[in-house]
T-cell receptor, first 116, second 115 residues
């Protein structure tokens, strides 16, 4: 299994531009999570999906952020327009809610976003 | 709402010494608890998890953690540090069956190993 695949690994863009981050979860996993990591705020859960349906988006910071999961093998996180304070590492993670209910997340390598 | 506090943003130990990383949690229901490790420029990897079975949990790379309900703690230990243990460590909590899908992470502890 190739694990959770994220692209791009690095993105440098200018303020005001649209940014799209992509994620391919592990096949068979039914949960997908988007996290943001910064020095100041640590790891923050932005949104998560179950069976492609958004369950909790309370962590999405503003309307500039949106996430979709059109099918079980693909998700996007979009920022439009981007701002310098959006600079962070964005992680996608997926999991399968097994019988004991413990949700073990498998993380991708992350997408490092720099907004100038 | 559940929360996690990791005491010490940086911990430094000598190679071969005991590693102790502290984690305290807050949860209104019996929690599931996790430790993850992050190496530079990588995603997080699961070290170990507690899911209401044995209170002493063994993980990968010689790490273990003990769930202490009376102290609301889940500290991570390793008897003898190795240079390859240098990384950032995150404690995380999720609440029971209904909330098992949502993890809340601590701020992380950066572990440095001195030769």
């Amino acid at each position: 299994d190739a694990g959770v695949i994220q692209s791009p690994r690095h993105e440098v863009t200018e303020m005001g531009q649209e940014v799209t981050l992509r994620c391919k979860p592990i096949s068979g996993h039914d949960y997908l999570f988007w996290y943001r990591q910064t020095m100041m705020r640590g790891l923050e859960l932005l949104i998560y999906f179950n069976n492609n349906v958004p369950i909790d988006d309370s962590g999405m910071p503003e309307d500039r952020f949106s996430a979709k999961m059109p099918n079980a093998s693909f998700s996007t996180l979009k920022i439009q327009p981007s701002e310098p304070r959006d600079s962070a590492v964005y992680f996608c993670a997926s999991s399968f809610a097994g019988g004991n209910g413990a949700n073990v997340l498998t993380f991708g390598a992350g997408s490092r976003l720099t907004v100038l | 709402a559940q929360s996690v506090t990791q005491l010490g943003s940086h911990v430094s130990v000598s190679e071969g010494a005991l590693v102790l990383l502290r984690c305290n949690y807050s949860s209104s229901v019996p929690p599931y608890l996790f430790w993850y490790v992050q190496y530079p420029n990588q995603g997080l990897q699961l070290l170990l998890k507690y899911t209401s079975a044995a209170t002493l949990v063994k993980g990968i790379n010689g790490f273990e953690a003990e769930f202490k309900k009376s102290e609301t703690s889940f500290h991570l230990t390793k008897p003898s540090a190795h240079m390859s243990d240098a990384a950032e460590y995150f404690c995380a909590v999720s609440e029971g069956i209904q909330g098992a899908q949502k993890l809340v992470f601590g701020q992380g502890t950066r572990l440095t190993i001195n030769p």
